[in-house]
């Protein structure tokens, strides 16, 4: 009798528990696809809510089993007293983990585990690097205005984000929302020949469905909060950077639209992401070429993907299944002109794009391209000598900064030696720390131009 009643009881759990998982899944089926009805595919979201109706009734099958068990189990007075107190503390532990957290998340500081034990890149990991960046910068964005838990005081969205700070990270982050348009309002038009950096990171439980983050250059007109980047055919060339940050690897989609609104390009790649690592996303254009990089790795060379008979401008757009993006450091600036002739022809050339850590005189592997350049100019000239300028802005002491800019000069002349070849006899080099500004220091743009290394031709 009594094994009938428990055999009749244990099935009643189990169905009572099927219905139940059933209820709420089909419930979150309807609520997934009635916030992404433009973009999610039928067959990939049921694989999805079976997959997860699957867990449930297992996970219910489990309690079940374990409730039927535990009429066996005998336990004393005591035991069950220790046993009770061992779940108080534990529920009241994740209690007070749970509470960390939403107080992490209201101080707008995001636990994104990004690796720490990263071995910091050398000039030699970017030898396949041929990005150079723009001469002059038009825009910087380092969020330094912005209070932590804000939106950007000089962007538009039609959505939401916020300025956070990540573990293990000096620089401010903007946040995206998962579905919205963005873009900082003070990039306006955008010249024939111009170069984006910005640092990416996204969050570790990044979906593989829907997409990204997209940087959609439209024309300047249809730059606005109604831009429609599921199905909009306006003029534009737009890329999907779609990592995954659980792994390495993810994927990147390019598409191109042309003054008559007819799509003229449109494909999918792999991408080489770094996992848990903050990624350099470069972009160039060059008339009408685009260059797409990510770190040292060149993802897109299009020839045709912008028409010089138009305006164009840029924003970001997400539509992101689950996960969080996040960017930092945008650095807009005008394209370099050729080396060889502002060099050779000109007798002088100013960069802002050899890069160095803060307050050192390490460069950065992403100067690479630049250097590059240059090491091809001098040993196509090989009669030419140079004098090697560095130069700072205003922030810190005068004395530290002329100091900082000569031991710059230095570190450009010994990368030129060691990784091209140039003879040290035609190179000799130089600081004047921010004795001369080529603008005021007063914006982050001035401070950026002023950072720069000057090549003179003796």
């Given amino acids: 009798m009594i094994t009938n009643a428990l055999h009749h009881f ?13 209820f709420f899944d089909a419930s979150a089926f309807a609520q997934i696809r009635v916030e992404n009805p433009k973009r999610t595919t039928e067959r990939s979201v049921e694989g999805r809510v079976n997959s997860r109706i699957d867990q449930g009734i297992n996970k219910g099958l489990d309690k079940v089993e374990e409730g039927i068990g535990n009429i066996f189990k005998k336990k004393d007075k005591k035991q069950k ?44 990991a970017y030898s396949k690097f041929d990005f150079v960046a723009g001469e ?32 293990g990270q000096s620089a401010k982050f903007l946040q995206f929302a998962n579905n919205g348009i963005f873009y900082p309002e003070f990039v306006k038009e955008l010249p024939e020949n111009f170069t984006i950096e910005f640092d990416m990171v996204v969050s570790e439980d990044m979906s593989t469905n829907m997409t990204g983050l997209k940087v959609v250059f439209p024309e300047i007109k249809e730059r606005k909060l109604t831009f429609d980047q599921d199905f909009g055919t306006v003029p534009q060339a737009g890329v999907d950077i779609h990592p995954t940050s659980t792994q390495e690897g993810g994927s990147t989609s ?26 350099r996303v470069s972009i160039w254009k ?54 060889r002739s502002k060099l050779i022809t000109e007798g002088k050339f100013s960069t802002t794009g050899i890069l160095f850590d803060i307050n050192s005189d390490k460069i950065k592997p992403e100067s690479y391209g630049v250097l ?62 921010e004795s001369q500004p080529a603008a005021p220091n007063t914006t982050s743009e001035g401070k950026a131009n002023n950072r720069r290394v000057e090549f003179i031709k003796l």
């Fill in 10 to 22: 244990y099935f009643k759990c189990i169905c009572f528990t099927i219905m139940v998982a059933i």
């Fill in 286 to 339: 060059q008339k009408t070429r685009l260059r797409i990089y990510v770190n040292e790795n060149k993802i897109w060379d299009i020839p045709k993907a912008f028409d010089n008979t138009l305006k164009y401008s840029m924003l970001f757009a997400t539509h992101i299944f689950e996960g969080t993006a996040y960017l930092a450091n945008l650095r807009v600036a005008v394209g370099t002109p050729d080396t």
């Fill in 136 to 167: 002059k910068v038009v825009a910087i964005e380092d969020f330094s205005q912005d209070a932590v838990g804000d939106f950007p005081a000089k962007w538009n969205t039609n959505a939401s984000g916020e300025v956070v700070t990540l573990d």
């Fill in 81 to 124: 007293s220790e046993s009770g107190n061992e779940e108080r503390e534990n529920s009241e532990n994740q209690q007070e983990a749970s509470e960390g957290n939403q107080t992490s998340t209201n101080s707008s500081k995001s636990n994104i585990p990004l690796s720490k034990t990263t071995e910091p890149k050398n000039l030699k």
């Fill in 372 to 433: 590059k350049e240059l090491g091809t100019v001098l040993k196509e000239n090989a009669t030419v000598k140079v004098r090697i300028i560095g130069h700072t802005d205003s922030d810190g002491e005068e004395a530290k900064n002329l100091d900082l800019s000569k031991r710059r000069a230095a570190s450009v002349k010994n990368a030129l030696q060691s990784e091209f070849g140039i003879e040290a006899t035609r190179m000799e080099t130089d600081g004047k720390g």
């Fill in 254 to 279: 390019v598409w191109v639209f042309d003054k008559t609104n007819e799509k003229i390009l449109e494909n999918t790649n792999p991408l080489a992401w770094k996992a848990n690592e903050v990624n």
